[in-house]
């Protein structure tokens, strides 16, 4: 039996571990992103259609044929316009266009109507088609309105500042007068210690009276010597 030749083992090297606290690594935080207004979203869809209302309430009572009409309209614009589950709450009817169907009371709704659809982020949107003049009017009359009551606003909300400003501007003199009072207290009070101490002084030496020498016993005193 031949001795098997022993072979040298090699010892692997351990990579010097390093102490100390790890680094920390940075994190990126994402900023929140804005949620965008509708009228700033473009429309996904935009669908013109003529809703026969008339079927809606036909079979239905006189004291209820406008809101059958405005139920169907929005049943009729949630199918055609794919709304999820076909809700008929994710349907938005413009204030002109409901005002439009009921212009001639609950009994006589429109037989038909015509109106522009636009879905943005799944929320249908209806408005008039053909907007006649007097609801022109009745726009226009509304949008200055709006401005009146917005410059109204921002005026309300200056004065509303305005009245913040001069509230913490006394608040900060009332706390200034604060302290001038504090100090002149304990100024006075500084004032009144002194003196009563020169006070006291002064009694200390006026009381003290020099001693009387009778002159007669030293003369005697010098006799006698």
Same mark, same amino acid.
């Given at each position: 039996?031949?001795?098997?030749?022993?072979?040298?083992?090699?010892?692997?090297?351990?990579?010097?571990?390093?102490?100390?606290?790890?680094?920390?690594?940075?994190?990126?935080? *994402?900023?929140?992103?804005?949620?965008?207004?509708?009228?700033?979203?473009?429309?996904?869809?935009? =669908?013109?259609?003529?809703?026969?209302?008339?079927?809606?309430?036909?079979?239905?009572?006189?004291?209820?044929?406008? &809101?059958?009409?405005? &139920?169907?309209?929005?049943?009729?614009?949630?199918?055609?316009? &794919?709304?999820?589950? =076909?809700?008929?709450?994710?349907?938005?009817?413009?204030?002109?266009?409901?005002?439009?169907?009921?212009?001639?009371?609950?009994?006589?709704?429109?037989?038909?109507?015509?109106?522009?659809?636009?879905?943005?982020?799944?929320?249908?949107?209806? *408005?008039? +088609?053909?907007?006649?003049?007097?609801?022109?009017?009745?726009?226009? $009359?509304?949008?200055?309105?709006?401005?009146?009551?917005?410059?109204?606003?921002?005026?309300?909300?200056?004065?509303?500042?305005?009245?913040?400003?001069?509230?913490?501007?006394?608040?900060?003199?009332?706390?200034?007068?604060?302290?001038?009072?504090?100090?002149?207290?304990?100024?006075?009070?500084?004032?009144?210690?002194? $003196?009563?101490?020169?006070?006291? +002084?002064?009694? $200390?030496?006026?009381?003290?009276?020099?001693? &009387?020498?009778?002159?007669?016993?030293?003369?005697?005193?010098?006799?006698?010597?």
């Amino acid at each position: 039996m031949v001795d098997e030749q022993k072979k040298p083992v090699e010892k692997e090297e351990k990579a010097p571990v390093e102490k100390g606290p790890k680094p920390v690594e940075k994190v990126e935080k *994402k900023k929140p992103v804005k949620k965008t207004e509708s009228k700033d979203v473009k429309p996904e869809l935009v =669908r013109e259609y003529v809703v026969p209302l008339r079927r809606a309430f036909l079979k239905a009572p006189e004291y209820r044929k406008a &809101k059958k009409a405005v &139920k169907y309209l929005k049943e009729f614009l949630a199918k055609h316009m &794919k709304v999820e589950d =076909r809700d008929v709450n994710k349907v938005k009817i413009d204030k002109y266009l409901n005002n439009e169907i009921w212009h001639r009371g609950i009994r006589k709704p429109l037989p038909r109507i015509k109106v522009i659809a636009e879905k943005k982020e799944g929320i249908v949107y209806v *408005k008039l +088609a053909d907007v006649p003049e007097i609801v022109k009017f009745k726009m226009a $009359q509304d949008e200055k309105k709006l401005k009146k009551v917005d410059k109204k606003a921002v005026k309300e909300v200056k004065k509303a500042e305005a009245a913040e400003e001069e509230i913490k501007e006394g608040r900060a003199d009332s706390q200034d007068k604060g302290a001038e009072k504090e100090k002149e207290k304990a100024g006075t009070e500084r004032n009144e210690l002194a $003196q009563e101490k020169s006070a006291k +002084a002064m009694k $200390q030496t006026t009381s003290a009276k020099p001693k &009387k020498v009778d002159v007669g016993v030293t003369q005697r005193k010098s006799l006698k010597k």
